[in-house]
Structure formats: C-alpha cells, structure tokens
C-alpha cells in the first residue's frame, strides 16, 4: 500500500486509523512517534470504547526523556490485540499499553515504526511506501479471530 495521508498538526504527524474489536469500529488519529517506546492508548478512551481490557502481571515504568513519571509513570493495563487498519487495505492485529494521554489518544510508536518501516514523504504527508515486512505480515486476507474477552474490569475514578 502506498498513498497513506498524513496529517501534520503543530509539529506532530498523525494518520487516520480506524480500530475494530467485538462488531464494532472507531475511527482515530494515530499519532506517529519515533520517541515512544511503545504502541499507546488514552485509558480514558479505552474505557469509554469498552475496550477489551487486561491487567499485567507486572507494571511497566514509563518516563519522558529527562527522566521524570510520564502521566502516572506506570503501564498498568493492556488492551487485547485489536485490528488497526489504515486506509481501507492496511490490517493488523495490535496491542496497546494505556496510559493517560487525552491530547493524543493513540500513539504509533518505536514498535510499530520498526516492524513496519514506513517511507514518508515529510513534504507531501504520505506514506510512499512500506518496509518489506508489510506483505507478510499486514495484509490479512483471512478473516481476524475474535478477540478475546477481557480477563478483569477497570474502573476509573
């Protein structure tokens, strides 16, 4: 696939996704980021979308670059994988931390960059092309297993 468009907002590059879990779809911005370390999604979001959503069995500490708690400094909670899918041919199954992040509510990350090695046109805003990953491993043209229910509730104050 190739052609994907972006969107550049005060500095930040973002692409449309749409999310789809249990018969249900929701359409995002993704926000692009080479300096997350993970796959990222708002708690708040996850929890009003109703989410698959699960505990891990041991936290992850999430720090900014000089060092300091980013939100509350902890990944806590998981969503089971869902499918992404970014203009229309683009599928994938994917799993994202949760963090509090209303500004930005899903971040495509270091993970995600790598595995997918996107060429980007920073002048036009498009996906030019993907790495040599994409063919194998993003193209799904057999139907997506159910997603699993989740394995605890989260309740937010």
Not at 12 to 32: F, G, K, N, Y
Not at 48 to 72: C, E, F, N, Q, Y
Request: aromatic share 6%; proline share 10%.
């Amino acid at each position: 696939m190739t052609g994907a468009t972006l969107t550049f907002s005060t500095s930040c590059l973002q692409i449309p996704v749409t999310i789809s879990w249990e018969h249900q779809q929701h359409p995002l911005q993704a926000l692009i980021d080479s300096g997350a370390a993970g796959n990222f999604m708002d708690l708040t979001l996850a929890s009003k979308l109703h989410l698959p959503i699960t505990s891990l069995d041991h936290p992850l500490t999430v720090t900014a670059l000089d060092g300091r708690p980013l939100g509350r400094g902890t990944v806590n909670h998981v969503i089971a994988p869902v499918l992404l899918s970014i203009v229309g041919s683009h599928h994938e199954k994917i799993q994202f931390n949760l963090i509090h992040s209303p500004e930005f509510p899903e971040v495509l990350g270091v993970p995600w960059l790598s595995h997918h090695s996107p060429h980007i046109n920073w002048s036009s805003g498009t996906v030019v092309e993907w790495g040599p990953n994409y063919k194998s491993t993003c193209l799904l043209s057999r139907a997506m297993p159910p997603v699993p229910k989740p394995t605890s509730s989260l309740e937010l104050s």
